[in-house]
């Protein structure tokens, strides 16, 4: 009898019934599941959206000299780009100068002048404060006269094409920039006359980025294996050892990479008083402190994921491996090797982005010749006072992780990854 | 029948392991086994099984002695190049290599041509019935089947020692039966020698050409199943293998193998001395459930001893009986389901008889 009912109440579909029922319930589990993540969203948003975006924006908009000297921009759209600019655009031009040298603006036209044209900035400074002086009757007219008498530069097609530049809210000026490229008068793009900088600082930072992840590799993936197979309570030790690091501040860890490899530092004392070294190594402020430093702020990233992924790698294989004849390197080789992958994967993809990206470390122990590119970023939006060009160096650095990033999924994959 | 073809063919000389220098793991191994024999390693959880074979393996340094295979002692030899297959219990298959792969591993590692690696996977693939499962990765098959390719990859390259750990202890029940018969049919097709790890006296029992049964670091025991269950030669063994009624009493005659025993429960006892002590010694008797019979008319029984039924337990195809012996000793006796099943009633006296040879006599410590 038993049976017969479980044959008769065995039909799988629901009534309409049953199926609104089902379908509110499900209704309301992703609505709860929903209302759990808002409010990390909603952080997403504010806290990494948004500067990004902003970021990405600054780096085309610059709107500062079309804000200042709007009037002579304006009559400045017809200007072919030779000779002199006829003589409305120039007396515009004197009572713009004017009016910013009251209100103590010319300073800023200044400087985003200079950018496109060296050594502007001092020829704009003077002739605000020469104008300054005049009435605006008397600049109406003939404040051409006196702009050109002012200084030889305003009767230079140069400047005026810099002004014209300078005037676009919109511009690639900033990208063009970061890549070592300027766009001419006549719209190509070319290498920029005045330096190269930023390129070669990219792969500077990238090659740098390189080898700190070899480093932390090649003293990691020793210490993660020894870590994952020793007892419990040696491993533990050890674990508190290798996250010491995140429980100093940063500041601290760095200024100690000071002590240690300045002129008179620790490591240079050692040297000379064992006679190994007669004048002291010039480590400081190197590429060389830099990479140390940083290997070492950057080692727990690589050790973590490895240890992870190594505790969970059956001893057992290479056992099997040896038992079928294989030798110890070749059965790390073709067994072990393979099965840490996600684990190596992990840490070198995190420390290569945590460290192509990092800025205290380079800036403390650096110097100029190890420096990297978020110091230039950082440079020029504290002092050189350029944030359009530091938004596309960042911004061009986003992109280049993300290219990396995309090439490492193409050819290892990205599901491959085991962070813990 | 394996037990009296030893030729030596491996053997265990003296074998001694000590993982922290202060104590053995294993105490003064030996054994001596014979080519194409099946010896299974029975013991309690801890008592040291792993430990001879990995250190037969070359994973485990041998703390004294010797192990010779062939004549050859390889105690000092590298792992790699000692040529024993190796099963282990959680199968140890690479789980980033196909199956097929998985198999060529060994032949790969002794640089075999691609056609012969081609040719002898696809064979042992047959073999294990996985025919078209080379493509698989380890991740994608059953239990049973892992475990048969591991066993596949530990005879592929043709060892002519075979190790188990443990082999079947993933298995649900049946299938850990259908694979026990799956390795004796290999074993018989091939003839390779194994030493068979096991916790599970079922399994060695039904496998085994010999077994040697393990406590503690020292072999109780080395013997065919049968001897084992019905000549064991110590308490361990009586109480490891099968089941078994315990009493206690003291020797009160010898004469030869045999022993007359008051038992503490009341009564004497004739039994076969195993390992008893001499007269006035304390003793074990042990007596196995299904050699115990509850009181008949017209049988001959050389032992009788009453017993208070305590409980009755319905089986199926046997029915158990838990009986009281006076000083609180507790007695099963277990009786077929036939018509002959006797109908006792509770808290009744009964008397319990069996034959001499059935009994056996332990020293007690
Ligand atoms: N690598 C090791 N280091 C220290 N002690 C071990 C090690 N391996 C096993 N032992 C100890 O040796 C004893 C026997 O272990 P083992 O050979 O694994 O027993 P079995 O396989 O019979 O369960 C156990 O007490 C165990 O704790
Ligand atoms: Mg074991």
Redesign the pocket.
Known sequence: MGQDQAITGSDPRLTAGEAALARRELRRHKLIALLLVVPLLLFLLFAFVAPIATMLYRGFNNPAVAQLIPGTLQRLVPWDGTGIPDRAVLTRMALDLRRLAKIRRSGKLAEELNRHLPGASSVVKSTARKLRRKSETELEQKGADLLLAANSLWSKPAIWQAVKKAGQVYTDTYYLTAMDLERTFAGDIQTRQSGQIYVKLYTKTLRMALIITLMCLLLGYPLAYFLANAPPKTANMLMIFVLLPFWTSLLVRTTAWIALLQTNGVINSFLTAASIVTDPLEMLYTEFSTVVAMTHILLPFMILPLYSVMKGIDPSYMRAAMSMGARPLSAFVSVYLPNTMPGLSAGALLVFIISVGYYITPALVGGTKGQMISNIIAFHMQQSNNWGLAAALGTLLLVLILTLYWLYDRFVGAANIKLG | MAADRVDGYLRFRNVKKS??QKTL??KDFNLELAKGEFLTLL????????????MMAGF?SVTSGDILLDGNPITRTAPYKRNIGMVFQNYALFPHMSIAENLAYPLKVRKKSKAEIAERVQRYLDLIELGDFGNRTPGQLSGGQRQRVALARALIFGPSLVLM??PLGALDKKLREQMQLEISRLHQKLGFTVIY?T?DQGEALTMSDRIAV?DR?VVQQCAAPDVLYEQPANAFVADFIGENNFLPGVVTRREGDWVRVRISGGGEIEARCADCGDVGSDCLISVRPEKLFIEEAGHDYDNRFGALLKTRLYVGDFIRYFFELDDGTEVVVKVLNDHAAPELSMSEKSLLLSRRRDCFAFARK
């Open positions: 993982y922290d793991v294993v013991g309690p959880s801890g008592s040291g099984k792993t430990t001879v074979l990995m485990e750990d443990e790890v916790h393990f670091g």
